[in-house]
């Protein structure tokens, strides 16, 4: 293995964790418009529920199925031009979706945006921790929130350009798909020179004295965490404009900018839990988030629709605060693994929340949207698996 991948720089490179963070932004924005035009997909396609979740299912599965593997492949042969790549099959998946004929096309852009992501997250996730400069929580968030600001800006582009203008101008993003290209293929370099500078250190030693299987237990119980919050997340970005507009009557334009509050609340939880964790450590953010969260989603589907927007921006805010948390917890606990950690818990967990809304779209064609929302506010549970985490202190001994 050329163990660079885990050696950070001596101090913290903020223009660099500031340029992946852009093309974090510009990526997730690419991905966002997908979720966001489904309204106007199943519009022109006719589609139901269950297609538009087999949709999200081809994104999410897609990447899931090979993030794992880009990460175990590159923590042994780190791959910094890969990253212009991942961002080149995104644009290509995004002007399938632009001029698809059928529903098949449809499927296959959004399975070359899962590409995409695969390629992406693993080694710019590494590139994050290199530039940290020891500043491990604040760099994963800062990398995060770029991702969670284009989660939020791809609704209200698509209010605001594509419902206006139509399936066509989603091809005009192709071009902040290029920006992110020119800029990946300059932090490739980066990193490419800080890899060989380093890449005679060796892995860093394992210091926290866990056995081997409680380490993958604790790992099992992050990605169940990371689970419940994926689907609750992939609940909204998939079916609360639907959601809305059955609830409250409202049109595609006003549920979408509804959408993107909740979105934009996400990208601030992002920032937020990455400072405590800092701070805190890790598990402190974990569990706040959890209690937190809880009583916000079982209010959810019984109130009016200013209560509802409140409640959105508060459970984004809160329930997106563990996701940098239990990155740097998982990295801590597989030292020189950080492409395979950021497969499980960028890849196979946002996979299961893709089956997670291909499984939640059946049921809202089966006992309605409202009733998925009542179903969803109890996932958040599931988070009192973090009762079985080894502790701060056990695993920093």
Known sequence: MSLAAETPAAKTTWLVLVAISLCHMINDVMQSL??????????????????IGLMTFAFQVTASLLQPLVGLVTDRKPMPQSLPIGMGSTLCGLLLLAFA?????????????????A????????????????????AQSLFQVGGNFGSA???????????????????????????????????????????RASAAKGRPAVTHGLSRNHVIWAIIVLAVLTFSKNAYTASVTSY???????????????????LFLFLAATAAGVMLGGLIGDRFGPLVVIWGSIVGVLPFTLMLPHVGLVATGVLSVLIGLIIASAFPAIVVYAQNLMPGRVGLVAGIFFGFAFGMGG??????????DARGIAWVYQLCAFLPLLGLLTIFLPSRQRLAS
């Open 101 to 117: 004929q059928s529903y098949g096309g449809l499927l296959a852009g959004a399975m070359l945006i899962g590409i995409g992501s």
């Open 355 to 364: 089956i997670a809304a291909a499984i939640l779209g059946v049921l809202a």
């Open 240 to 258: 609360y404009t639907f959601f809305l507009i059955d609830r409250f009557d409202l049109g595609i334009e006003a549920a979408q900018q509804m």
């Open 153 to 195: 800006l791809g609704p209200l582009l698509a209010a605001f350009i594509v419902v206006p203008l139509g399936r066509p101008s989603v091809a005009a993003f192709a071009v902040m798909a290029m920006i992110g290209m020119v800029i990946l293929n300059r932090v490739g370099l980066w990193y490419g020179n800080l890899a």
């Open 119 to 138: 390629v992406f997250h693993p080694e710019s996730s590494r590139v994050a921790r290199l530039a940290s400069g020891g500043k491990f929580g604040t």
């Open 34 to 51: 997908l979720a966001a035009i489904y309204p106007l997909l199943a519009l022109e396609f006719d589609l139901s529920f269950w297609q």
